[in-house]
């Protein structure tokens, strides 16, 4: 049985609130014959929620960006029940199958995840595997329950019909959906490993996925639900107040497939090298949307089809002694190329290559005392956006201090 609790409180306007956790989970094993083992378990997650209401005049003091719920105070629980059974079917073949049921009180709904795997040992120095299996993304209050503004500015035609055009405060939502089906994705995965010396081993796995239900945002016939203060329900706001509203939507599909290579060489005791490359192409597909379409210049889909497709990692872990440790970490992505431009000469959805190393040096006086860890992401980098779209970032440091009792 193991038990954890979690509670953090957040002040930024866009996630505003606490949110508090408490965590059950428990399993058996049980040997049915000298061949097949059964494991079995659940568990209970309980998530208090508390977050920013709806008040009637939320409109007349807005911080630039916020998130506002009307179920903003309940507690949500998330309980699953799984089984695994594992087989030696002879000296070289071995199977896992198992199936996970989960119940999510936020949307009701419940889920099952089997999966099956098969495990052929080829010889002493080498294995084959293949498996397929089925997983759900727990669903977020944050999408389904809250809705998220940003304040901007609209150009439009003045209002007192001057002829001219002239900037009005904007108020851009983001609303929650309820309705919206549990993301999943299905995978299938073949792979082998060999140990070509006790030092150095080498895995490798092709893989295809399919995924359902991802979270994109949906614009209405309407988006406009208010302009110059005068809304569609009749309501008048202050400023000329101009309203823009999207929704969560979970219309979104993808494929994706790809193959990856791991080296893991460990010439010594005292020091490991880690070394992988990775393809993966993605391609979305949705249809009922003006950002599904083959031609759309932006949204979910464009970024889902817009991402590096090679990935290359060195991690070099080094023991310098039984006190100290130091770490370093190569990532490579590469470029992505696009074809979207917009009016400005922009290509929002292309972007260059980006190369990283991130450092990591740790002091432990003796293994009952705290650990010290100093830790540099991006070392000397300058700041880069780390996909098509995203803000940038650069070197970050930080240090962290853990000790296990």
Not at 96 to 118: C, D, M, W, Y
């Amino acid at each position: 049985m193991h038990i954890w609790a979690d509670s953090n409180s957040k002040v930024e306007p866009s996630s505003k609130g606490q949110f508090s956790t408490l965590n059950f989970d428990g399993l058996t094993r049980t040997r049915l014959t000298d061949s097949h083992e059964l494991t079995t378990g659940g568990g209970v997650r309980l998530i208090h929620r508390n977050v920013a209401p709806y008040t009637d005049d939320y409109y007349e003091k807005l911080e630039p960006i916020g998130r506002y719920s009307n179920d903003p105070i309940n507690t949500d629980a998330i309980y699953n029940l799984f089984t695994q059974l594992e087989s030696q079917l002879s000296d070289n073949i071995t199977t896992t199958l198992g199936v996970k049921v989960e119940h999510f009180s936020l949307n009701n709904t419940t889920e099952i995840q089997p999966q099956a795997r098969i495990t052929y040992q080829y010889s002493p120095l080498q294995q084959f595997w293949a498996g397929i299996g089925r997983a759900v993304v727990t669903p977020a209050s944050v999408e389904s329950l809250t809705d998220g503004y940003r304040l901007g500015k609209v150009i439009a035609a003045d209002h007192q019909g001057s002829g001219y055009y002239r900037y009005y405060d904007g108020l851009f939502f983001t609303m929650g959906n309820p309705d919206m089906k549990n993301e999943s994705v299905v995978t299938l995965d073949a792979g082998h490993r060999i140990s070509l010396t006790p030092e150095l081993n080498i895995d490798s796995t092709v893989f295809f996925s399919n995924y359902q239900n991802l979270r994109m945002l949906e614009t209405g016939s309407e988006p406009w639900i208010c302009a110059y203060g005068q809304c569609n329900d009749g309501t008048k706001l202050p400023n000329n107040l101009f309203i823009h509203e999207t929704e969560f939507g979970d219309r979104l599909n993808a494929n994706s497939y790809g193959f990856e290579t791991a080296i893991r060489w460990h010439p010594h005791q005292d020091y490991i090298l880690n070394t992988s490359y990775s393809f993966i192409n993605t391609e979305a597909y949705c249809s009922g949307n003006m950002n599904c379409a083959d031609d759309a210049m932006s949204g979910a889909k464009a970024n889902y089809n817009h991402q590096p497709a090679h990935y290359l990692s060195v991690q070099s872990l080094w023991s310098i002694n039984a006190n100290w440790q130091f770490d370093v970490w190569v990532k490579h992505k590469s470029s992505v190329d696009s074809d979207i431009t917009y009016g400005d000469g922009s290509k929002p959805y292309s972007a260059p290559e980006v190369t990283t190393v991130d450092v990591r040096l740790a002091w432990q006086k003796k293994p009952s005392w705290p650990k010290v860890e100093l830790v540099i992401d991006a070392l000397n980098k300058a700041p880069y956006s780390d996909m098509p779209n995203k803000a940038r970032i650069g070197e970050t440091a930080y240090l962290r201090s853990s000790w296990d009792f």
